[in-house]
């Protein structure tokens, strides 16, 4: 049974009983919408038929994360307000809308929005799934560190002479990315990139003397993105040479997981 067009309903009688703001409604079906209900669409997947407000590129698992998901990055394009009450629907495992949760917007601006509305982030993070999948099959391990990129550059050394230094290469220009690729899979060390989307170097030592906290069984190039970021206020990206996971730093810790083909999403610290 499909419960969307009674979830519609339920949602439309109880925005006014709990004097909510708007509805926000996380779907990757076309919703049988009529005139009077104008909710925030939030869609997911590719190739969905309905005209959105916004559109998740990563897909937490859990449904109160896809909630935390989408609120913060309508919150950064102004589509809600810190205080608003929300009528959240939310679509399940099965296609259908299967829940409905009551959410207050609190303030800032989690890592989690940012990954989809900066561009060099979400950039790095989609070359960097690319990266784990090329067409030869096997995961190119790779680090990239994203902004903060003068204490990120007082705190690393060249393992060999910077390639990229005196070039306008920008990591938001797809053509550049074959380039990248080609260096990852050559050398190590870690790309550093400003945070216009230059990519500053290359093979490049990052001195890791921060206190990171990492789950068991990551090497040494999680390790010294992770002290990076402890050190200064940049983003790590990096991807497993092992099972092509994608995994996102910031201030010494794992802050998502995100898995190079479907995009599904697991955030392993809650940011608000």
């Given at each position: 049974?499909?419960?969307?067009?009674?979830?519609?309903?339920?949602?439309?009688?109880?925005?006014?009983?709990?004097?909510?703001?708007?509805?926000?409604?996380?779907?990757?079906?076309?919703?049988?919408?009529?005139?009077?209900?104008?909710?925030?669409?939030?869609?997911?997947?590719?190739?969905?038929?309905?005209?959105?407000?916004?559109?998740?590129?990563?897909?937490?698992?859990?449904?109160?994360?896809?909630?935390?998901?989408?609120?913060?990055?309508?919150?950064?394009?102004?589509?809600?307000?810190?205080?608003?009450?929300?009528?959240?629907?939310?679509?399940?495992?099965?296609?259908?809308?299967?829940?409905?949760?009551?959410?207050?917007?609190?303030?800032?601006?989690?890592?989690?929005?940012?990954?989809?509305?900066?561009?060099?982030?979400?950039?790095?993070?989609?070359?960097?799934?690319?990266?784990?999948?090329?067409?030869?099959?096997?995961?190119?391990?790779?680090?990239?560190?994203?902004?903060?990129?003068?204490?990120?550059?007082?705190?690393?050394?060249?393992?060999?002479?910077?390639?990229?230094?005196?070039?306008?290469?920008?990591?938001?220009?797809?053509?550049?990315?074959?380039?990248?690729?080609?260096?990852?899979?050559?050398?190590?060390?870690?790309?550093?990139?400003?945070?216009?989307?230059?990519?500053?170097?290359?093979?490049?030592?990052?001195?890791?003397?921060?206190?990171?906290?990492?789950?068991?069984?990551?090497?040494?190039?999680?390790?010294?993105?992770?002290?990076i970021t402890s050190l200064t206020r940049a983003v790590g990206v990096t991807v497993s040479g092992e099972d092509g996971m994608v995994r996102v730093f910031?201030?010494?810790?794992?802050?998502?997981?995100?898995?190079?083909?479907?995009?599904?999403?697991?955030?392993?610290?809650?940011?608000?």
């Amino acid at each position: 049974m499909n419960p969307t067009a009674g979830l519609l309903e339920s949602a439309r009688l109880l925005l006014p009983k709990v004097d909510a703001r708007s509805l926000l409604v996380i779907t990757s079906q076309d919703l049988p919408l009529d005139g009077d209900l104008q909710p925030i669409l939030v869609t997911v997947g590719e190739n969905h038929p309905q005209p959105s407000a916004l559109h998740l590129s990563f897909l937490p698992r859990r449904r109160e994360e896809r909630i935390l998901h989408a609120v913060s990055l309508a919150l950064t394009r102004g589509l809600v307000s810190e205080g608003d009450l929300l009528v959240c629907l939310v679509e399940g495992e099965n296609g259908f809308l299967d829940s409905l949760f009551l959410y207050r917007v609190r303030g800032g601006e989690p890592l989690l929005a940012r990954l989809e509305s900066e561009p060099v982030l979400k950039a790095t993070v989609d070359l960097c799934r690319e990266l784990a999948h090329p067409a030869g099959g096997t995961p190119i391990g790779a680090a990239f560190v994203v902004g903060d990129e003068e204490r990120v550059l007082e705190r690393s050394r060249q393992l060999m002479p910077n390639p990229f230094e005196g070039h306008d290469i920008r990591i938001t220009n797809r053509h550049y990315w074959d380039l990248v690729k080609r260096y990852a899979k050559a050398f190590d060390g870690a790309f550093v990139v400003g945070e216009d989307g230059r990519v500053l170097a290359a093979m490049r030592y990052l001195v890791a003397e921060g206190e990171v906290r990492l789950p068991q069984g990551l090497g040494t190039r999680h390790r010294a993105v992770a002290g990076i970021t402890s050190l200064t206020r940049a983003v790590g990206v990096t991807v497993s040479g092992e099972d092509g996971m994608v995994r996102v730093f910031e201030r010494g810790e794992v802050m998502a997981v995100i898995h190079p083909l479907n995009g599904t999403l697991e955030l392993l610290k809650q940011e608000v």
